[in-house]
């Protein structure tokens, strides 16, 4: 790089560094001297408003002495006019005022604009000067003053009063003898002032003057020194962006004086070193001891600059920074020779090259990884420049090729190296299915001693091209190898297609089957709607005449158009009453399970009291009960809360109460039990009966499907209650579960959901093992198995077509 010319080296020291130096020598520049420009105002001020109060004291102490002079100018005049009339008045007591005032009164007693009032005893004006315009008024209306005045006169003195008009004026009143009342001497102050405001014309006059030449002086002044900040704000903005842009480039400026050995750096410098920034200049020890031993001596340097061997420095060297570490810098500086300073200067900029050296050394290391690795790969490798000549290469390429080690040297031309190099005995180039790039090439080799490898060959960017060679003798092999598979796999294949053949014709026959499926499933499910609809059309069609023939029977038995005759017919009547009753109840149940399985029923759901629709069970069935002598005992607290339909929950329990009388044995006991069992009701209903057989419980709960062959009153019943039953708990949500030995009893246990501010708080706990021992004893003796903490599973698909009936 060129060196810059001395006299513009010299002109950018001047321009931008000189002021650095001028600091630092000791030498004040204009922002020394800031506290002049507050000061420079202050003192202005305090003179302008010291000569305000000058000249206003001096105007209002003028105004007050010739005020006082006139109050004793009006006090004698006064005095002298009034003596004057009354001698006048006692010497000429006829016509005493005969002629004008002027001529009466004392010479001098009516200049500068003096007047004289004469009043008579009425107080009405009998004599002026200068006359009024207005005819006889009274003194009052003259001066416009209190009744003070008038009253005291003499004793009053001289006052300062507003006329009528007005202006502001001085009063004198003298009595007088009669016919006369008062003399009055009026002084206008107007005229009294008119001298002084001549004189404090011409002072306001000289303080115009005066404070004008003083403003012009301070704004002088201050446009000066604004002109002054404006240039110290260029230089300011200069120096900081100067600043500014050595900081992010990572420079400092030097500016070393070899005569006296001090150096001064820039603020970039010692941000660079992360130290905090001087203006002070370094002595060379100071740069010495930060300073890497091994990067030379500046000392030397600096000797030679002395002597005038040198003209400029390029040096690299390192520094330790604040932390500790060391930073790499190059500083290059040129001779600086200035005529207001004899010595010599070396100034020049010092760059952090830290980042360079390490990316020099990590380019350094990552070309020794690369050769490395380019050596352990197990594939040949070589690459050549733009001018087939050798860059690098592997040990596996000069082994491919027989070439020695010397023979294979970075340079060398590609000419020279394959003349040394054993050809190989068959060479076969491979054509890509996909066609490939114009600067690519793939071919397989197979050398002398029987290996194949496959050469990949590719243009670089720079012209050369690089080569790759993978053996692929194992792959040759197990070419061979998949041609003989691929004979005995399309045999294979010939065997797997009869097979597939004969699948077909059996996958043909499933769907023809899963067709006949389909339509038997659906000729039955048409069966089953079509046997709903026909019961509950024959329910509608049976309850009909049913109704007329439990009516009249019931007629018959309260005789109300007279007795029957034989007691016969009384108990005829009764067997018939009870046979309709209990056809009506099972056509009831016929229709219930047919609007059930329709998706008919609608529930009204409400917070239900348990306890309350099991007492409403329990007095539908106590006369039943009573008939069997059999006790019916309720268990429920009062708190105990459910959702669901008070009816249908109350024909629910009534089916459990209606099973457990018909199974129990006379005098036997029936128990009804309510607990609360996490976010759900459980009631229990439990009997000391004939139990039920454990293989005909899975089929509770089925429509018209018989446990048991007990008669009650002849008739088995219909197998209904308790399909209904398990229909209306999943209807709720809820659940259903049996429990049951023979000869020892059955608990049937019905979860039903709690309100949701229950379900909320609650949290579900299995259910006590001491609860459930005490409700086999209350149900009798000899219960060992009860329900448990588990409830059937819900049918989901069941229960939505249900509820989503109209």
């Known amino acids: 790089m060129a060196r810059a010319p001395a006299a513009r080296v010299t002109t950018h020291a001047d321009t931008v560094w000189g002021a650095y130096r001028f600091d630092e020598v000791g030498e004040r520049g204009p922002k020394d001297f800031a506290w002049l420009r507050p000061l420079a105002f202050a003192v202005s001020a305090v003179c302008l408003v010291s000569l305000t109060a000058f000249v206003v004291s001096l105007a209002t102490s003028m105004q007050d002495h010739l005020v006082e002079e006139a109050i004793g100018d009006l006090e004698l005049f006064a005095r002298a006019v009034s003596h004057d009339l009354h001698e006048k008045i006692k010497t000429d007591a006829q016509t005493p005022l005969g002629e004008p005032l002027n001529q009466i009164v004392p010479q001098g007693a009516l200049a500068r604009g003096r007047r004289i009032l004469v009043t008579d005893h009425r107080g009405r004006v009998a004599a002026a000067f200068p006359p009024l315009a207005a005819k006889n008024p009274t003194l009052a209306e003259v001066l416009g003053t209190e009744p003070e005045l008038t009253d005291f006169a003499a004793k009053a003195g001289v006052m300062r009063i507003t006329l009528p008009d007005g202006a502001p004026a001085l009063v ?102 992360g130290l905090p920034a001087e203006r002070r200049c370094l002595s060379f020890g100071e740069l010495r001891a930060l300073m890497h031993p091994d990067d030379g001596d500046f000392k030397a340097v600096a000797d030679m600059v002395a002597a005038g061997k040198a003209r400029a420095l390029d040096h690299v060297f390192r520094l330790k920074n604040a932390e500790g570490k060391w930073i790499w810098l190059r500083a290059r500086a040129d001779i600086v020779e200035d005529a207001r300073d004899p010595g010599k200067h070396l100034v020049g900029i010092a760059v952090d090259i830290s980042e360079q050296r390490a990316l020099a050394e990590h380019t350094e290391l990552a070309n020794l990884r690369l050769r490395d690795a380019i050596d352990t790969i197990s594939e040949a490798f070589v690459l050549w420049d733009a001018q087939n000549r050798l860059v690098t290469c592997n040990s596996k390429f000069l082994a491919l090729h027989g070439l020695p080690p010397e023979a294979a040297c970075a340079g060398a031309q590609y000419g020279a190296i394959m003349s040394r190099a054993r050809a190989p005995l068959i060479r076969t180039e491979i054509a890509s299915s996909g066609g490939r790039a114009p600067d690519a090439r793939t071919y397989e080799a197979q050398l002398v001693d029987g290996r194949w490898l496959q050469i990949n060959e590719r243009r670089t960017k720079d012209g050369g091209y690089v080569s790759v060679g993978a053996d692929i003798t194992a792959l040759k092999h197990n070419e061979e190898k998949l041609r003989e598979s691929e004979r005995r796999l399309t045999a294979s294949v010939a065997d797997l297609t009869r097979s597939r053949q004969t699948l077909e014709m059996q996958a043909q026959q499933l769907a023809t089957l899963a067709e006949q499926y389909h339509l038997q499933k659906a000729e039955a499910e048409a069966a089953y709607l079509a046997k709903s609809e026909f019961l509950a059309n024959m329910s509608h069609e049976l309850r009909t005449p049913l109704n007329a023939i439990i009516g009249f029977s019931e007629m018959m038995q309260a005789e109300p158009f007279g007795s029957l005759g034989s007691p016969k017919y009384l108990e005829y009547c009764s067997g018939i009453r009870q046979g309709g009753s209990y056809l009506n109840e099972v056509l009831s149940d016929i229709l219930d399970m047919s609007r059930l399985e329709a998706g008919l029923v609608r529930l009204a759901e409400r917070e239900i009291d348990v306890a309350d629709a099991m007492r409403q069970a329990i007095d539908s069935w106590r006369q039943r009960a009573d008939l069997k002598d059999v006790e019916l005992v309720a268990d429920a607290g009062a708190d105990l809360r459910c959702v669901g339909d008070e009816a249908a929950i109350v024909k629910t329990l009534g089916v459990f109460l209606s099973n457990a009388v018909k199974f129990s044995d006379m005098g036997g006991k029936v128990r009804l039990r309510a607990r609360r069992h996490g976010a759900a009701i459980d009631v229990y209903v439990a009997d ?97 198995r009860v329900a448990g903490s588990d409830s059937a599973t819900r049918n989901p698909g069941a229960l939505s077509s249900i509820r989503s009936a109209p």
């Open 688 to 784: 000391a009966g004939r139990g039920i057989d454990p293989r005909a419980i899975p089929k509770l709960g089925r429509p018209f499907e018989q446990c048991a062959d007990l008669m009650e009153n002849g008739m088995r019943g219909s197998g209904l209650g308790l399909a209904i039953a398990r229909a209306l708990i999943e209807l709720h949500g809820g659940a259903l579960r049996f429990r049951s030995r023979l000869g020892v009893g059955t608990i049937v246990m019905m979860r039903l959901p709690a309100p949701p501010t229950l379900r909320a708080s609650a949290t579900i706990t299995p259910l006590r093992p001491s609860y459930a021992r005490s409700v086999a004893r209350d149900a009798g003796p000899g219960i060992a």
């Open 172 to 273: 004198s009143l003298r009595k007088l003898p009669a016919p006369f009342g008062q003399v009055a001497m009026i002084y206008p102050l107007d005229n009294v002032l008119g001298e002084w405001r001549a004189i404090a014309s011409r002072y306001t006059l000289l303080f115009a003057f005066t404070t004008l030449t003083l403003l012009a002086i301070v704004f002088a002044y201050f446009r000066q020194t604004r002109r002054l900040q404006a240039v110290e704000r260029v230089n300011a903005l200069i120096r900081a962006r100067l600043e500014t842009a050595l900081s992010r480039g990572r420079c400092g400026l030097w500016d070393w004086d070899i005569s006296r050995g001090r150096i001064y750096w820039s603020d970039s410098m010692y941000e660079m070193l």
